[in-house]
């Protein structure tokens, strides 16, 4: 059977938001990660497409080759060849200085111009839920230069507004992030759902749906949005993962399904 009659392997919908957020991390990029799927996206990408993708832990880790899949961002292989041990303070002052181009986030709450929730459910005073808060979050969005999201899309999550601002998007729309005194040419790059592909519009700074994972379309994505999205003019497909994506996903990135097992 010729390639080109093989059947298309099955594959999850979190081996599929790793794969596609791999596909955007280039070359000789730079991109703080922390740990599970961000971490294995950085890991398909440095062994497939960007073998010089410099790889960074909040904890210190500047450059390491992962050997397997590390369980906090201290742990001993986030340093395992790399460039440097070096400290949390270097990694958020290396932000700082804008040599840093990618970061992952995610958050309870996400809303129509990427700002993030990771603080409360319900009134800060009296919350519903109270959350880990931002660690290194709000630092990462502020400062690195595109920030990209890996997360399931749910109407719980997307809504219109966060109930607190912990993580920075474009705040309230254009021009806001600067006269919050960020830096320009900052913000939200991608969201990565098991839905869709979702970028923003450089006008309006509002989220606008790039392309439809395989199977999935445009009422469902809707159905699981508490708002009103933008769509691309060229709306495209996702490609599904390669057969050589699965493979080192499945044999070497993460082969005890610490990630890609979950549901």
Same mark, same amino acid.
């Given at each position: ?10 594959? %999850?919908?979190?081996? $599929? ?8 991390? &280039?070359?000789?990029?730079?991109? =703080? ?24 832990? &909040? ?6 080759? +992962? ?6 961002? !201290?742990?001993?292989?986030?340093? #395992?060849? !790399?460039?440097?041990?070096? %400290? ?11 040599? =840093? ?11 129509? #111009? ?5 603080? =409360?459910?319900?009134?800060? &005073? ?7 808060? %931002?660690? !290194? ?5 502020? +400062? ?5 999201? $890996? ?20 705040? *309230? ?17 991608? =969201? ?6 979702? !970028? ?5 700074? +509002? ?21 009103? +999205? ?11 993962? *390669? ?21």
């Amino acid at each position: 059977m010729s390639p080109a009659t093989q059947p298309q392997p099955s594959y %999850s919908p979190m081996e $599929l938001m790793i794969t596609v957020a791999a596909r955007y991390l &280039e070359d000789g990029a730079t991109v =703080v990660v922390g740990t599970g799927a961000p971490c294995a996206a950085a890991m398909l990408a440095q062994r497939l497409n960007s073998p010089n993708l410099m790889v960074m832990f &909040e904890a210190g880790g500047i450059g390491p080759q +992962l050997p397997s899949m590390p369980i906090s961002v !201290g742990d001993s292989r986030t340093f #395992y060849r !790399g460039v440097a041990a070096s %400290s949390m303070p270097e990694i958020m002052g290396m932000c700082q200085r804008g040599m =840093v181009d990618y970061c992952f986030l995610g958050g309870a709450q996400v809303d129509p #111009y990427g700002n993030l929730n990771s603080t =409360v459910i319900g009134p800060y &005073e009296r919350p519903k839920v109270r959350f880990p808060g %931002s660690g !290194g979050a709000n630092d990462l969005a502020s +400062l690195c230069w595109r920030t990209m999201m $890996l997360t399931p899309q749910d109407r719980r999550r997307f809504v219109p507004r966060v109930d607190f601002v912990t993580t920075p998007g474009y705040l *309230t729309g254009p021009g806001a992030r600067e006269a919050a005194g960020l830096p320009p040419g900052t913000g939200p790059y991608k =969201v990565i759902t098991n839905l869709c592909v979702i !970028g923003f519009d450089e006008a309006t700074k +509002l989220m606008r749906v790039e392309s439809l994972h395989p199977g999935i379309s445009r009422a469902d994505v809707e159905a699981n949005t508490g708002f009103e +999205l933008l769509w691309a003019d060229g709306l495209a497909d996702t490609a599904p993962p *390669t057969r050589d994506e699965l493979r080192v996903l499945r044999e070497e990135v993460d082969p005890l399904r610490y990630i890609i097992g979950r549901a």
